[in-house]
């Protein structure tokens, strides 16, 4: 079943970011664009190297007004953990949400039961708490900061001008697709 359009369910969750723990809610996604970026475990191979990833376009994404929340089924405790012993992810200024309920894991569709830990999925939410654009990919397989950065702006572009489609490798600035009837066959 596709999530698209799903909207987030009401979580509350404890964060490290910034050497401090807070809460998230779901009334803090509201009224703006997020980035839920799923990993499997803190102190892996291939998860530093994602976040080192997204904590080096991090400003980017603030600068189009989206929040990066990389999400684990760890506690805040390890996060902060890992945060202390890897110089990659020292440098993440994002919030890591601590998931060990698995409320949100289960909510975004991503928990590996027999695993308790989280599938590699990004979620991209608009600010009404909707999911638009998302993909889940095997856990031995990284992630691209730049092709998530590239998709939060499209979803964004078709956000605001919702007569045009955004075709692929579209980068702010190129051109769009107008639909018509007579193209509709050709999507």
């Known amino acids: 079943m596709s999530m698209i359009q799903k909207e987030v369910s009401d979580f509350s969750v404890q964060a490290y970011q910034n050497n401090a723990f807070h809460t998230v809610t779901k009334q803090d996604i509201l009224g703006k664009w997020s980035v839920f970026f799923f990993y499997p475990a803190d102190f892996t191979f291939v998860c530093p ?25 760890d506690t805040h405790f390890v996060h902060k953990a890992w945060h202390d012993a890897s110089d990659r992810i020292k440098k993440i200024q994002y919030p890591m949400l601590a998931d060990p309920t698995h409320a949100l894991a289960k909510d975004f569709e991503v928990y590996i039961d027999a695993d308790g830990v989280a599938e590699r ?46 075709p692929a490798k579209w980068q702010p600035g190129a051109e769009t697709l107008k639909p018509s009837l007579d193209l509709v066959g050709q999507l």
């Open 49 to 73: 190297t994602e976040l080192e990833d997204l904590a080096n376009k991090y400003e980017e994404f603030k600068a189009v007004g989206c929040e990066i929340y990389s999400v684990s089924c």
């Open 121 to 166: 999925g990004s979620f991209i939410v608009n600010p009404e708490g909707k999911v638009v654009a998302y993909e889940v990919i095997a856990g031995n397989v990284g992630r691209n900061a730049d092709e998530l950065f590239r998709r939060v702006q499209a979803s964004q572009f078709v956000a605001e001008h919702g007569d045009e489609v955004c």
